[in-house]
């Protein structure tokens, strides 16, 4: 298996790229089903993930192109309607496939996702409201069947709890229904944004973008379109976090600030300078009595719902509040289960206890806190443990760094590129 090496200390300069959101281009790429015809999506992230919704939109029938960043996808002739478990249990956003082609065809099949790393993760939300669009849904072989005779009918759905790819799902299924559709308490994430930015571009009548009401006019025909994906926020509060845990200074490029309101406030409140230029971040961490980064403060973190503090980030916070004076408490209100890097990070030293859905964390100073080998056990986590590794002093070794693969392009070489000292060592295996 590969793995990353990571020699810590030693702080970054320099500027970085950010890329196009992984949790743009999946939903935007599995919109291209709703109408035959070529698509262009530019700012694509050539990722685990995107690569494996390509692969699952093959699978359909649908042909694709990459150069560079834009990939053009050819959807005309479709020969199936199934996401196979295969796929779907590699990348759960696999079922974002459920919408579009009950737009287009009435008819999916797509493999339940089963349980995950951070929690149980169910879609009852997203089949709850196909249903009140008028689809019936059974369950078969751990195989979702959803099926409509004829268009599917305009109705209020309201979910219980704000969901990403359950809004996303409803979206894309009732563009194309009859009548109109208002999806209540919808989130609000920017890559649900840019979702609806493509699905207007191919002629969708959808009012109440960033909002949590979104009324959605039913059309009777949809086009091709060309859309940019938007910077990944999650991508970019990685390296805000990175450079605030390890000290340096560096320019974060090609992202959107306003996406991170949250996360930029507590970088500050920690002891971070964090700027915002145009479509760039400088961050920063002055020197302090000859050591390269600065006194960290521990500060209190709530995950929540966009515009709050995302929990895509809140493993990456937790690597630098370890090092941080004083005490933080980090409470997680969006999933269950999503401790999974704490037994890691006491590898290398840390004070951390969880309690229920919080963790408390003692922080300790990073001369402390030392190297040692761990284990990746999601995206989020794996990127925790390397900002963890590159804060602390000694030798860290990341196992398991597919993870890390699905949704960071070029880590390793973005990160060496601002003077890291890591290096990804292919197994003889792999
Ligand atoms: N939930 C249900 N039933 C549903 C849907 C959601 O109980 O039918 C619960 C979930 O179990 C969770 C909460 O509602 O406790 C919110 O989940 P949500 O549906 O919003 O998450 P998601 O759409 O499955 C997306 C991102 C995640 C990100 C979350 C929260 C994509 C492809 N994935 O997941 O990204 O953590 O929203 O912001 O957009 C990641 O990139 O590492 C990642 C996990």
Do not use: W
């Not at 199936?80 to 999916?108: D, I, N």
């Not at 949809?222 to 859309?227: K, S």
């Not at 990944?232 to 000290?247: K, P, S």
């Not at 406030?265 to 000859?290: M, N, W, Y």
Request: hydrophobic residues 40%; negative net charge.
């Amino acid at each position: 298996m590969d793995k990353i090496i990571i020699r810590g200390g030693k702080p970054l300069y320099g500027s970085v790229s950010i890329s196009g959101a992984k949790n743009a281009a999946l939903p935007i790429l599995a919109a291209t089903l709703l109408v035959p015809g070529t698509h262009t999506l530019n700012n694509v992230p050539d990722l685990r993930d995107t690569r494996t919704m390509l692969k699952l939109l093959e699978t359909l029938g649908a042909t694709h192109k990459r150069e560079g960043s834009t990939v053009s996808i050819d959807t005309t002739g479709l020969t199936g309607a199934e996401a196979p478990y295969e796929l779907v249990k590699t990348m759960r956003a696999s079922v974002l496939v459920l919408g579009p082609l009950l737009g287009r065809s009435g008819y999916a099949r797509v493999s339940l996702p089963g349980g995950c790393a951070i929690g149980a993760r169910p879609i009852n939300y997203h089949l709850k409201g196909f249903e009140q669009l008028g689809v019936q849904t059974t369950l078969a072989q751990g195989y979702v069947e959803a099926r409509c005779s004829g268009r599917l009918e305009g109705a209020t759905v309201y979910f219980d709890m704000s969901t990403v790819t359950g809004t996303e799902n409803l979206l894309m299924a009732s563009v194309l229904a009859k009548g109109t559709t208002i999806i209540k308490n919808a989130a609000r994430e920017p890559e649900v944004g840019n979702l609806i930015d493509m699905l207007v571009a191919m002629g969708a009548d959808i009012q109440g973008r960033d909002s949590d009401r979104l009324t959605i006019t039913g059309v009777d025909s949809l086009q091709p379109a060309e859309i940019d994906i938007i910077p990944d926020r999650i991508e970019t509060g990685t390296y805000l976090i990175a450079v605030a845990a390890t000290g340096g200074e560096v320019r974060i490029e090609k992202c959107n600030p306003a996406h991170l309101p949250a996360l930029s406030e507590k970088l500050r409140a920690a002891g971070a300078t964090v700027i915002e230029e145009g479509d760039a971040f400088v961050v920063s961490c002055p020197e302090h009595q000859g050591r390269s980064r600065c006194n960290l403060q521990g500060v209190d973190v709530k995950t929540l719902v966009y515009p709050g503090f995302p929990t895509d980030l809140q493993a990456q916070f937790m690597a630098l509040l370890i090092q941080a004076e004083g005490t933080s408490i980090i409470h997680e209100t969006i999933f269950e289960n999503r401790f999974m890097h704490v037994a890691e990070m006491q590898r290398l030293g840390a004070d951390i206890t969880i309690d229920g859905a919080s963790a408390v964390v003692r922080g300790i100073p990073p001369e402390q806190l030392c190297g040692a080998p761990v284990m990746a056990t999601d995206l989020r986590a794996s990127a925790s443990l390397v900002i963890a590794g590159l804060a602390c002093s000694g030798v860290t070794e990341i196992s398991r760094i597919y993870h890390l693969e699905r949704g960071y392009e070029n880590m390793v070489e973005k990160l060496q590129a601002l003077g890291a000292d890591v290096e990804k060592i292919a197994s003889s295996g792999s």
